[in-house]
């Protein structure tokens, strides 16, 4: 049997949704849904006796006013949740939590079964305590790198210097799980054992039925970050080139273009923006859209390290997708979706044009498609299950 510290920003719906609605800036989504749907993956698991979190709580002193941060545990059959308790103060918020993940994890359970750490190695403050104390008990430590740090980003001389602090603890895991082939480059300079995960969902969508009727007008949803970098002027630019009132732009979420997007759409009222909101409202209103847009630029200098997590929850909604071919998104994806092959203002207007125009029943065909591809290969439980793999043709004769 198996025992697994699962080490991350990961909270149960609870915690998370009072953390989202009361932070003056909202913290990621995604990723908590990522390390949701994995952590709870992993808990399927025959071969998993018990796993165990260690959570730091997704906020700091420029998000949350809220100073002193201890939240109680939580225990479910084989999970428990232990939240790291903090003072939300620079420098003394990182020292707490250093502290307090080194010796949960020196203390972690004593039992007879193999033991394994995952980290999110974006979690710095709490992942460094972990490490040293790993190293301690000889421990395995795996990496999860869902993106590079600093890696599109200009930096001076002190980040530089933060960079190789960061690049050095992340080069200290025993294996990683990776987004693309592609990050193994540059994360895993010892090379260490590694899987790819680039994405997974929850296996609980296949009992969601896919709506016949969608709504009227048609609508274009684009939910993520706000960015220039991730096409999202050019979409806007390109929508706006078409002339037809039945149909209309919806976007969800936060970033620098939202004074931008909210005067935008104060000229053309069928873009709508809808500004953060919480990710299970979100994925309802998928279901209701014609299309799902991911217009990430392919010409960033980071795209062939990226693989965006969007597009799997988009597919596993069953509406069809229409996405930039980002070289991190393996070839297999490709034949379930549609793909802006101009990422120009009048490329994008012309490929949404052709799809808008589409009989209903070929689009639904497409969406179906590409969820049951992701729900039989991509869902948490299976995704899990090349982890726990992982992890037995490496280090354990057996569980």
Not at 277 to 289: I, R, S
Request: net charge positive; glycine share 4%; charged share 20%.
């Amino acid at each position: 049997m198996l025992d697994i510290l699962y080490v991350s920003e990961f909270c149960s719906d609870v915690v998370f949704n009072d953390i989202l609605n009361s932070s003056v800036i909202k913290p990621s989504q995604s990723c908590q849904k990522y390390h949701k749907l994995l952590f709870e993956g992993l808990s399927y698991q025959d071969e998993v006796f018990m796993i165990e979190s260690i959570s730091k709580v997704p906020v700091n002193f420029k998000s949350h006013k809220k100073l002193f941060w201890n939240i109680r545990k939580e225990s479910k059959n084989k999970i428990r949740m232990n939240y790291a308790p903090l003072i939300n103060l620079p420098i003394i918020r990182t020292v707490t939590l250093m502290i307090y993940s080194f010796f949960k994890t020196l203390l972690w359970r004593k039992t007879n079964n193999d033991k394994v750490i995952i980290c999110d190695v974006l979690s710095l403050s709490v992942t460094i305590g972990v490490l040293f104390a790993a190293k301690i008990n000889g421990f395995k430590c795996i990496g999860i790198v869902t993106d590079l740090p600093y890696y599109q980003e200009r930096i001076n001389l002190k980040s530089k210097i933060i960079k190789g602090i960061v690049y050095h603890f992340i080069s200290m895991y025993d294996a990683y799980i990776l987004m693309t082939e592609k990050m193994n480059e540059i994360v895993n300079v010892r090379r260490k054992p590694y899987c790819i995960i680039e994405g997974l969902v929850d296996i609980n969508m296949q009992s969601v039925d896919i709506i016949s009727e969608k709504a009227f007008p048609r609508d274009i949803m684009y939910t993520g970050a706000l960015l220039e970098t991730f096409g999202l002027k050019v979409l806007i630019e390109a929508f706006m080139t078409i002339k037809n009132e039945d149909i209309t732009l919806s976007i969800y979420g936060g970033g620098p273009m939202e004074k931008d997007i909210i005067q935008l759409s104060k000229k053309d009222k069928r873009i709508r923006y809808f500004g953060v909101v919480n990710n299970d409202d979100v994925v309802k209103e998928q279901l209701k859209a014609t299309l799902l847009v991911n217009t990430r630029l392919t010409n960033i200098d980071f795209a062939e390290y990226s693989f965006p997590s969007k597009n799997i929850e988009y597919m596993v909604s069953g509406t069809p997708v229409v996405t930039t071919a980002l070289s991190g998104i393996p070839y297999e994806y490709f034949d379930y979706v549609y793909i802006f092959d101009d990422e120009t203002v009048n490329g994008i207007a012309l490929t949404l044009n052709k799809l808008l125009s589409m009989p209903y029943c070929d689009l639904l065909l497409k969406g179906t498609n590409a969820k049951n591809f992701v729900l039989k290969n991509k869902n948490n439980y299976s995704q899990a299950l090349m982890i726990t793999n992982f992890i037995h043709n490496n280090w354990y004769n057996k569980f």
